[in-house]
């Protein structure tokens, strides 16, 4: 008899599970959120049960045969995905599925050559990409949300997340074209003290950047926070104040068109290491294997696709 309820049926009723609304779940997958309704309809109709209890404000719980549904759910799309591994041991052709986590900022400089360029080579291979700040990639790594991410050795702790540094970026500072400090060249931590900063309050990211003056007996006056990239920017190009980065844009201006001035930063300060990280008990299969060699060919010191790099003597 054939299985009455779908593979990607499953795969639904999973990602709802995941993030208890159908909205939510349509967006990470991605399909339309009436597709997903139906599925779960029809699985609760097959098996006649309620998977669910619906909550007018808080969306959708599972009732106590939803949880156990859920775990051989997730079995089974486990075992299907084990077939294409199987498949792709014996066959010089990659297929299956990938996802993919990328650092939010990194995602626009790194994304579009390394993880879409490696989607055209092998178009077999069902690739999805999401962005997130370093907390939410390692807790979707942890519940095997996505396979791997393109991340920083930041917050890594517990030993259960393997991590494989490909390239070193140091921190700078970043002015605006009118700000007194523009035309250094370079900076210390000791004159940024003294002048408003605008944070990039990312989870551990934030942490990171307060740590480079706790290290040096310092603080900061923060003038403003953040969790946008783009606004940080636009921020520091309008002074209101510096900030400090990793990431190095080729392009030095912000979305409303100022320029930005980059200083290096004088000083022995802690870089963060950019390299790929994965939950320690995933099995890595042939299509993780080879994403991991296209990410070492495109990423190196000195290297990293969407970015700047100075060359010796010059500044960032």
Known sequence: MPSRISLRQLEYFVAVCKVGSIATAAQTIPVSPSAISAAVAHMERELATQLFVRHPVQGLSLTPVGQQVQDQAQRMLDMSEQLYAVANDASATLGGALRIGCFVTLAPLVAPELCQGFARQNPHVRLTQTEDHQEGLL?????????????????????????????????????????????????????????????????????YFLSLFQAAG???????????????????????????????????????????????????????????????????????????????ALIGEGQVPGMSFARSGEQP
């Open 218 to 296: 310092l603080v900061p006056q923060i003038a403003a926070t953040t969790t946008s990239q783009d606004v940080l920017r636009s921020l520091v190009a309008n002074d209101i104040g510096y900030c400090l980065a990793n990431v190095r844009p080729k392009a030095l201006v912000a979305l409303d068109g100022r320029a930005l001035v980059p200083l290096a930063l004088v000083g022995e300060h802690r870089a963060l290491k950019l390299g790929l990280a994965w939950y320690k008990g995933h099995n890595m299969g042939k299509v993780m294997h080879a994403f991991c060699e296209h990410s070492r």
């Open 139 to 207: 807790k979707k790594l942890r519940h095997a949300e996505i396979d791997i991410a393109i991340t920083y050795d930041m917050g890594i702790t517990g030993g259960d997340i393997a991590f494989e540094p490909l390239a070193t970026l140091p921190p700078y500072a970043i002015v605006g074209a009118a700000h007194a400090l523009a035309a250094c060249g370079e900076v210390t931590l000791q004159e940024l003290a003294g002048w408003a900063m605008v944070l990039l309050d990312l989870p551990v990211s934030g942490d």
